[in-house]
């Protein structure tokens, strides 16, 4: 199994920034992509960024110009820098992570997420 650390979050006013972290562990054998994605109450879960492992992000449009995501070390790990936060920034935010996990003398596909950590923009 694949395990994702979140840490970070919390409460911040508008304009503020705050920095969440995740670091993936376990039988992890190639780690193609990881990511954050979020979840407000009574809308859907939706991408906010990914990074892959060569580097490449992608980001949605509505944070892209305030949000950075890098990959950090140890390895295995992410960070996701907000910047600018806006009230419509509140959810619950999601690390997920996409790649090959060892399973004996195999190499299968997973996609893990982490429990979630709150981020709450108010004055």
């Known amino acids: 199994q694949v395990h994702l650390l979140e840490s970070g979050g919390g409460l911040v006013q508008p304009g503020g920034s705050l920095r969440l972290s995740c670091a993936a562990s376990g039988n992890i054998g190639r780690l193609h992509l990881m990511g954050w994605h979020r979840q407000a109450p009574g809308k859907q879960r939706e991408l906010v960024a990914t990074v892959t492992s060569g580097g490449d992000t992608v980001f949605a449009d509505s944070v892209k110009d305030r949000f950075i995501i890098s990959r950090i070390a140890p390895k295995n790990s992410i960070e996701l820098r907000m910047n600018s936060l806006k009230p419509e920034n509140t959810a619950v935010y999601f690390c997920?992570?996409?790649?090959?996990?060892?399973?004996?003398?195999?190499?299968?596909?997973?996609?893990?997420w982490g429990q979630g950590t709150q981020v709450t923009v108010s004055s």
């Open positions: 997920n992570a996409r790649g090959l996990m060892r399973d004996g003398l195999r190499l299968t596909d997973f996609s893990s």
